[in-house]
């Protein structure tokens, strides 16, 4: 079966620095996608990774290693506006969107 | 701006009452999606349509069908709504089905079925 793991909750603190981890087993890999969705509203792109290595994109970067099956998010400088929801969705050899349920981010002041 | 818009933001149906859900887009993208979610799960694919070709996805209840009149407009009928059926449905598409393509979000309408 296809499966992505990551976990359910994490807190952290207003202006500091989390990493939210994605684990996959899927058929085939055609990329990496993180999204963020707030309560209650859709999710928006954040990141596409396909191959190994880090991307940065400002605050936000991601990273993958294919030959683990892993993935991380890392938010910098961490906002009140930052608490949300995180997806990790894999695209398999189908090209199918296989999703995550989403890690809950609480920031503290 | 060019986007995917969802209407309505909130739908109160009757249980078995059928109801129908509309997404539209300004993107010109060949595929639309539609993927319904329930509180802190995933979202899950129905189906897809790419063009005019309809892919429906094999866990999907017969009871979920869908319209894609023209390339702007897609629409999600649920046929009779039980209450198991209460969720965020969300529309998605994307230009195209291959690796790299992102796929961006509308709004979503929040279903409750009384």
């Known amino acids: 079966g296809q499966n992505i793991d990551q976990p359910t909750e994490m807190t952290a603190t207003e202006g500091a620095i989390v990493q939210i981890n994605c684990t996959y087993q899927?058929?085939?890999?055609?990329?990496l996608f993180w999204y963020q969705q707030h309560a209650g509203e859709a999710p928006t792109f954040l990141s596409y990774n396909v191959l190994d290595g880090l991307e940065e994109k400002g605050r936000f970067s991601s990273f993958l290693s294919r030959s683990k099956g892993y993935s991380y998010l890392l938010l910098k400088e961490l906002q009140m506006k930052d608490s949300a929801s995180y997806l990790c969705?894999?695209?398999?050899?189908?090209?199918?969107?296989?999703w995550g349920a989403g890690t809950k981010l609480i920031i503290k002041p | 701006d060019a986007m995917v818009i969802q209407n309505p933001r909130y739908q109160v149906t009757q249980f078995g009452k059928p109801v129908t859900l509309s997404c539209s887009q300004t993107?010109?993208?060949?595929?639309m999606y539609w993927y319904q979610q329930k509180s802190s799960q995933a979202p899950k694919l129905l189906f897809h349509?790419?063009?005019?070709?309809?892919?429906n996805e094999a866990d999907t209840p017969d009871n979920f069908q869908s319209r894609r009149p023209n390339t702007s407009f897609c629409f999600l009928d649920i046929r009779s709504p039980g209450l198991g059926d209460a969720a965020m449905y969300l529309c998605?598409?994307?230009?195209?089905?291959?690796?790299?393509?992102?796929?961006?979000f509308g709004p979503g309408t929040r279903l409750l079925v009384l």
């Open positions: 969705a894999v695209m398999d050899s189908n090209y199918q969107l296989i």
């Open positions: 899927t058929s085939g890999f055609n990329g």
């Open positions: 993107l010109n993208h060949n595929v």
């Open positions: 998605a598409t994307s230009r195209d089905s291959g690796g790299a393509e992102t796929q961006y």
């Open positions: 349509y790419y063009d005019k070709d309809f892919n």
